[in-house]
């Protein structure tokens, strides 16, 4: 069914039908598979939405097909599990949304984040919350509007501009993240499948052991930049790229001569994920596997 329509009126319609009345006279049980069959009328849902069983509530609040109006009062429900419902019904009116985005329980407003009727006008209530996770869910939206990310790449928060730098599609908000002052941010930029190979070789030059590291874990380099990072002063970065999906069989056979043997090791003894990895590949540029290399692609030579 399509979306409900949040219309004036009150909250409630009082039913008179037979149906109705079976509602109240009924038991729990009873009234419960009234509110789950898919063929009991909408005037009844609201005489059940006002149920004194909290389970009856929550099935009320999970129908798709349920009036606008008759969720209008579950938004406010004294029982988080019913609110919840109608926070991730995806058929939820933006009305109803706009309530649930405000509510104190902070589970139902992280739901609301995640229902797909979150429109603009309920991210814009996102961007200015005061809740940090729900501004950090915001970030994480493909679809978040220009001015909203604009917006998030000055939040107060660096764990809210991490996560807009780890999940943006817009190069505006990369490159702006760049230069961020906080490590944690670039190292957010540094996952991003979407940075450019220029971008990558700056942040494979990053005064933060954690970013380099995170970067040579998340994406594919150029072959300069790999050469360089084969020498990075922190074993941390080159223990990365020992046991990175990403680094190409050459740079692993070098690092299995390192000076460390921690590292050493590891490339020694990398093998292929098995294909779980949360590794993001990107394009990587600036180096062709020879015709007469050995071995396979991401493998060292035994």
């Not at 969720?71 to 988080?80: A, K, N, V, W």
């Not at 020498?231 to 999906?245: E, F």
Request: one cysteine or more.
């Amino acid at each position: 069914m399509g979306k409900q329509q949040d219309v004036g009126g009150s909250d409630r319609h009082t039913g008179s039908s037979a149906t109705a009345q079976r509602a109240t006279e009924t038991s729990s049980d009873a009234r419960l598979a009234l509110a789950q069959d898919p063929a009991t009328p909408q005037m009844t849902l609201f005489d059940l939405a006002s149920d004194p069983s909290a389970a009856v509530r929550k099935a009320v609040a999970a129908r798709t097909d349920a009036p606008a109006q008759a969720l209008r009062p579950l938004t406010r429900d004294h029982d988080r599990q019913v609110r919840e419902a109608v926070a991730r019904n995806p058929s939820t009116s933006v009305g109803n949304l706009l309530r649930l985005v405000k509510d104190a329980d902070r589970w139902i407003r992280w739901a609301v984040a995640g229902n797909p009727g979150c429109d603009e006008s309920v991210r814009r209530v996102m961007s200015e919350a005061p809740d940090k996770e729900l501004r950090g869910l915001l970030a994480e939206r493909r679809d978040l509007e220009p001015d909203l990310a604009a917006r998030l790449i000055d939040d107060v928060s660096p764990e809210v501009r991490e996560r807009l730098a780890t999940h943006t599609h817009d190069p505006d908000v990369i490159t702006a993240l760049m230069a961020d002052r906080t490590a944690r941010v670039r190292k957010g930029v540094a996952r991003n499948p979407r940075t450019t190979a220029e971008q990558r070789s700056a942040l494979a030059q990053d005064p933060v052991v954690d970013v380099r590291a995170a970067l040579v874990r998340t994406v594919e380099l150029a072959e300069a930049d790999l050469e360089r990072l084969v020498d990075d002063r922190s074993v941390q970065v080159r223990l990365a790229m020992a046991t990175s999906d990403l680094v190409p069989p050459h740079i692993r056979q070098a690092l299995g001569r390192d000076s460390d043997e921690t590292v050493a090791d590891a490339a020694r003894d990398y093998r292929p994920a098995s294909g779980n990895s949360p590794v993001v590949r990107a394009p990587r540029v600036g180096h062709r596997r020879s015709a007469t290399s050995q071995g396979r692609p991401g493998r060292a030579a035994r």
